[in-house]
Nanobody
Framework: VQLVESGGGLVQPGGSLRLSCEVS????????MAWFRRYPGKRREFVAS???????NYADSVKGRFTISRDNAKNTIVLQMNSLKTEDTAEYFCYGEIMVTWSTGGDYWGQGTQVTVSS
């Protein structure tokens, strides 16, 4: 099972970026998925999540600016980030609660993608 992220990069304050994460491998189903971020020397912190039923939740710091979406058929999630601020600069990680068989599963993480907001 792999979670493959894409879409990070450098953007100016006020700009937008779109992160994608695709689950690949032999799996049975994907439950909750989410994005986390990590500042240098800090632990990962929650950014946004989405259930299989498309219910979403956001950290207060990104509400109104970030939107998480999901395509269950493609096992893909997207984080649309608008009105980016310098404090959004971090490494972003995709997370998935994945069932490998109907009874066996676990928590999986992507490798991380860097987002840098700077003028």
């Amino acid at each position: 099972v792999q979670l493959v992220e894409s879409g990070g990069g450098l953007v100016q304050p006020g700009g937008s970026l779109r992160l994608s994460c695709e689950v690949s491998g032999n799996i049975s189903s994907v439950n909750d998925m989410a994005w986390f971020r990590r500042y240098p020397g800090k632990r990962r912190e929650f950014v946004a999540s989405i259930t299989r039923g498309l219910m979403t939740n956001y950290a207060d710091s990104v509400k109104g600016r970030f939107t998480i979406s999901r395509d269950n058929a493609k096992n893909t999630i997207v984080l649309q980030m608008n009105s980016l601020k310098t404090e959004d600069t971090a490494e972003y990680f995709c997370y998935g609660e994945i069932m490998v068989t109907w009874s066996t599963g676990g928590d999986y993480w992507g490798q991380g993608t860097q987002v840098t907001v700077s003028s």
